[in-house]
């Protein structure tokens, strides 16, 4: 068993440029990956996808988490508590407008090791 303290983590994560979240891993395996990412004001995780399902979960602060609803993309603001699942293939980012948004996201399976259908 890990036991890990997302917010102390959070604080500890670091971001090779200054203009971009912070984000620190807390699992990897090739059954799922667990990144936090801290969101400090004014910063964003642009749209992008993933070949794995995505679940953000926001663990404290106030942002924007962007996706699609009924085949629309758009913002949705999110607060501690929220949680947002994304489907394989579909769009998905973050932004903090102010203060610090603190997100964990769990991606599964590990990108990278998507299993091709059995044949029977």
């Known amino acids: 068993m890990q036991i890990s ?6 604080g500890r994560a670091v971001s090779a440029n200054p203009d971009r979240a912070s984000t620190a891993m807390l699992h990897d395996s ?11 004001a004014g910063q964003a995780v642009p749209l992008h996808t993933s070949d794995s399902t995505v679940i953000l979960t926001v663990v ?14 758009g913002e949705h603001q999110v607060s501690a508590g ?9 769009l998905h980012g973050m932004r ?3 203060g610090t948004l603190v997100i964990i ?5 590990r990108p990278g090791t998507i299993r091709a259908p059995q044949v029977a």
């Not at 303290?5 to 959070?10: F, R, T, Y």
């Not at 090739?30 to 400090?40: E, M, Y």
């Not at 929220?82 to 579909?90: H, Q, V």
């Open 82 to 90: 929220t949680i947002a699942t994304y489907s394989p293939g579909e």
């Open 5 to 10: 303290n997302s917010l102390e983590i959070a």
């Open 96 to 98: 903090a407008e102010t």
């Open 30 to 40: 090739d059954d799922a990956r667990i990144v936090v990412f801290r969101i400090d």
């Open 60 to 73: 404290s602060g106030s942002g924007f988490i962007s996706g699609p609803v009924d085949g629309v993309v």
């Open 105 to 109: 996201a769990t991606i599964a399976p």
